[in-house]
């Protein structure tokens, strides 16, 4: 086994504190909300029973500006907000609440609350669910770009932390996990050998990051022991860097974390940390620094992304500073996403013309450096879809878009151009500027038919 040289670092940890999470259950008991009032307390349970809620002692100690409360962006990341909910789904909620409700009254009206919030957008349950040759249909899986297949492994559904814009079903798994790694494993592997296109594994979540290293392992050793030709990089999507940074520095698994990533790299396969960061705070700290440092002295590559956020991250300095550090940090910024048509998408939402505005301005404080960044994108039915701007063409205002990924491959890079509208949020509000319809429509709609047909088989 190659040993890496161990250099000192700037950066001190001195040892994990140990993970004490914080959700409705316990959040009465934090000594930061002793002095919110009663009501305050009580809007964070309506919404929290609503929109997913779970903190830990790192973001509330580390990354939490308490004196900046409310109104501080970790803080509206992490902790839900009144305004989160639309007046009549909290008005629903809060009078079951008020009427001394059993678990099973709340979650019932939880979830008639939740499924008008779009749980699964773009198409995600129908379109992106893959098969194996002999029919076994994947449902850990998403394939909706030709080289990248996505990965959920089911220990991998939850977070060290929720944020607040992320919108997800509460999940539970009570299944024997490493038996259930081999298969899911076993399913993965086969599917990437049935399809000699794909390059590339995502793992996603959730946070797989917040599997024990040893239940990772167990998935990539079934995925390397498989010696895929065309596997050419794993990603893992992952917000542990800011959300519980000592997976990689001082956790008890974190050394084994650090020796599978060295692990996939002898293979010769490339691996690409998608580190997920929505503002400038989640890079201040040692631990983060550390965290970085670590990954990458095993050759991993970090890549970062984030939804621009009202309320939390709608600022081009800010974005122009974030990317400016994950640079200085060694970390290559990757998407600025536009938030998705979900859960808190009108608390979270920026137009997509003011999304490009701010693209725009803090791209043009950085050095090239950070311009790998590519944004603001949907990543809506048809595929990611950028706003290049707003632009005026023989007398008509237009917002230019592109094709950065497509259903089909063919849509690639293609410039298309819808009517100007400054209220648009997602690609669904958009018309186009000079056809009745979008040069993708007709063939999506055949993909879809396709797809159902494939599904209910
Ligand atoms: C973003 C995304 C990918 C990866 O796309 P890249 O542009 O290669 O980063 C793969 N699958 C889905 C469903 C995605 O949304
Ligand atoms: S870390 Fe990712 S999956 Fe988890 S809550 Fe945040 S956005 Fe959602």
Request: aromatic content about 10%; overall charge negative; charged content about 25%.
């Amino acid at each position: 086994m190659a040993q890496t040289n161990q250099q000192e670092s700037v950066w001190t940890v001195d040892s994990s504190p140990s993970l004490q999470s914080v959700t409705l259950a316990n959040l009465r008991k934090l000594p930061q909300i002793e002095n919110f009032s009663e009501e305050q307390i009580f809007e964070m349970e309506v919404v929290g029973n609503v929109l997913p809620f779970k903190a830990n002692n790192y973001v509330i100690e580390q990354l939490i500006d308490w004196d900046n409360v409310p109104g501080d962006s970790m803080f509206n990341l992490t902790f839900p907000q009144k305004n989160m909910l639309k007046t009549e789904h909290y008005d629903m909620m809060a009078s079951v609440l008020k009427n001394d409700p059993d678990r099973k009254q709340i979650q019932e009206m939880a979830n008639k609350i939740r499924l008008e919030l779009n749980p699964h957008p773009a198409g995600q349950m129908e379109l992106n669910v893959p098969m194996l040759k002999d029919g076994t249909k994947l449902f850990g899986m998403q394939h909706k770009y030709k080289e990248t297949t996505l990965f959920f492994p089911s220990q991998g559904q939850t977070c060290h932390a929720y944020c607040s814009f992320c919108f997800r079903w509460p999940q539970f798994v009570g299944m024997d996990e490493m038996k259930f790694a081999m298969k899911e494993g076993d399913d993965l592997a086969q599917y990437v050998r049935e399809h000699p296109e794909i390059s590339d594994i995502l793992f996603t979540g959730g946070d797989p990051m917040i599997m024990k290293a040893s239940l990772f392992a167990t998935y990539i050793d079934k995925i390397l022991d498989a010696n895929l030709p065309n596997l050419k990089t794993i990603r893992i999507g992952t917000k542990a860097l800011s959300y519980w940074p000592y997976k990689f520095t001082s956790d008890s698994d974190s050394e084994e974390t650090l020796e599978t990533f060295r692990r996939i790299k002898s293979k010769g396969i490339h691996v690409a940390l998608m580190g997920h960061f929505n503002h400038l705070t989640e890079l201040k700290t040692d631990s983060v620094k550390l965290a970085i440092e670590k990954v990458r002295e095993t050759g991993v590559q970090i890549r970062t992304q984030s939804p621009l956020l009202t309320n939390i991250n709608d600022d081009a300095d800010m974005w122009a500073q974030m990317w400016q550090k994950q640079v200085e940090l060694g970390c290559i910024p990757y998407y600025m996403f536009v938030v998705r048509d979900t859960g808190a998408q009108h608390y979270f939402g920026v137009s997509l013309v003011k999304a490009h505005e701010i693209f725009q301005q803090a791209i043009q404080k950085v050095s090239g450096l950070a311009r790998t960044v590519r944004g603001p994108s949907m990543s809506a039915t048809p595929g990611k879809v950028q706003v290049d701007g707003v632009a005026e063409i023989n007398g008509t205002k237009v917002i230019v878009l592109r094709m950065l990924q497509g259903r089909n491959p063919e849509w690639v890079n293609r410039p298309f151009f819808a009517k100007y509208d400054e209220n648009a949020i997602w690609l669904d509000d958009l018309k186009p500027a000079f056809e009745d319809k979008f040069f993708f429509e007709d063939e999506l709609k055949q993909i879809k038919e396709q797809k159902m047909k494939n599904m209910n088989s």
